[in-house]
């Protein structure tokens, strides 16, 4: 067996040959090659994606997902078929749709069990950015100061917090893929798409609510009214005032209160200036072309074995993950576009006691009269030409 697995390793004998010359079971030398290659290969049908290449997948989904920028599912189909596409995989996907169908989908996420579809929290780009270590330390700070300053140190009842939720109509974020288990699972919007109803809430840290105030865009929405009413007495409750107050530490005063996951740093919130976009693109660009290089010429150096010295798979391993961060690039934030409005020039005003703010008032009366004098007698003239013709039609008549 030993003596045939070289053999085949060494390229003079394929699998079938071999088999018949040392009077091997086919599929046993083949178990033993493979296990030889460092290759496992499982009972059924093999994935058009390795191992490796599902973990790099895997990887930045969660990457992605992890910021705010989850992937949906078909999204997810359609970089599948890229990827294998780019890698020169072979497969099966759908060549026309260009996409991998639903049953890989469904067992891609049955292989990786840490991955799961959830409905995300639509999150303003906004929030993300007040979300820093270093603004939250701020507020808080200047809470103190207030607290002190007023004596609020034990007076729940006098402590109110009030924000304001827009309610879409008609935008519903997709399911998108995220980490099973996560805690936050948001989507980040930069703009606000569909119609939105604005609510103002507002309750003390004892749990007394004020009714709420709700902004609609036009006076004619009947149905939103008794839709919030219910929604609304099931979310306002004691208890969910206190616990708000108490978990982001705002009553009882409580520095630490928040949790680390929920910051978002620079490197988190995947904040880049426009102007890197470019450079960025460029570097990757000549980084994945490199590796391509080094790729290639190894191999021409070396035989054409499978990929059992470390340093061709980093190679592979590193041309695989350029190439998945080129089909799913991080967000890149693009500087709002400022249009500038060009004002019409302000005639200059004159006071009504000058001179010259008369005589123009006085002109501007004369033109006036002038114009309705001139309509009056138009429409004087027409009447009587109309009267005219009316006597002149019925002398007619009357001679015949």
């Known amino acids: 067996m030993k003596e045939a697995v070289n053999k085949v ?59 705010g920028f989850g992937i949906t599912p078909k ?7 890229e990827f294998a596409e780019r890698q020169k995989l072979k497969h099966n996907f759908n060549r026309k749709l260009e996409m991998a169908g639903q ?37 808080f700070k200047t809470l ?24 879409p109509l008609n935008n519903r974020p997709p399911n998108i893929i995220a980490q099973k288990g996560a805690k936050d699972v948001v989507s980040v919007t930069n703009v606000e798409r569909g ?38 007495n099931q979310a306002a409750t004691v208890g969910n005032a206190v616990k708000g107050f108490e978990k982001t530490g705002i009553f009882p005063l409580n520095v630490n209160a928040l949790p680390d996951h929920k910051f978002y740093d620079d490197e988190k919130s995947d904040i880049v200036v426009s102007q890197a976009k470019s450079t960025r693109s460029q570097q990757v660009q000549s980084q994945y072309q490199s590796i391509s290089a080094e790729q290639v010429q190894s ?18 391993q590193s041309s695989s993950i350029t190439v998945i961060k080129e089909i799913l690039p991080s967000p890149v934030k693009t500087p709002p576009v ?25 002109e501007k009366d004369l033109k006036k009269r002038h114009k309705t004098d001139n309509k009056a007698v138009e429409k004087a003239k027409k009447t009587d030409d109309n009267e005219n013709l009316k006597k002149k039609k019925n002398k007619k008549i009357g001679c015949l």
């Open 103 to 139: 049953d890989w989908f469904h067992r891609f996420m049955k292989r990786n069990k840490k991955l799961t579809i959830r409905k995300p929290e639509v999150l303003s780009r906004a929030s993300i950015d007040g979300m820093k270590k270093e603004k939250v330390a701020e507020f």
């Open 75 to 81: 999204a997810v189909r359609k970089y599948a078929f």
């Open 338 to 362: 400022t249009t500038r409005k060009h004002r019409k020039p302000i005639k200059p005003r004159l006071h009504l006691t000058s001179p010259e703010s008369k005589i123009s008032l006085l």
């Open 9 to 67: 390793l060494d390229k003079e004998l394929t699998l079938r040959q071999a088999a018949k010359i040392y009077e091997l079971p086919y599929t046993t030398l083949q178990r033993r090659v493979c296990s030889s290659r460092g290759l496992i290969k499982t009972r059924g049908g093999q994935p058009a994606l390795d191992e490796n290449a599902e973990k790099i997948l895997v990887d930045r989904l969660l990457h992605l997902a992890g910021r």
């Open 299 to 316: 191999e021409q150096d070396t035989e054409p074995l499978p990929s059992t010295s470390s340093q061709q798979s980093y190679s592979t």
């Open 144 to 167: 103190e100061t207030v607290v002190d300053k007023t004596n609020l140190r034990g007076r729940p009842e006098c402590v109110y917090n009030v924000d304001e939720t827009g309610i």
């Open 195 to 232: 119609e939105n109803v604005t609510i103002l809430a507002c309750m003390n840290a004892t749990g007394h609510y004020i009714p709420p105030f709700v902004l609609f865009k036009g006076i004619t929405k009947v149905a939103f009214g008794g839709i919030f009413k219910q929604a609304w």
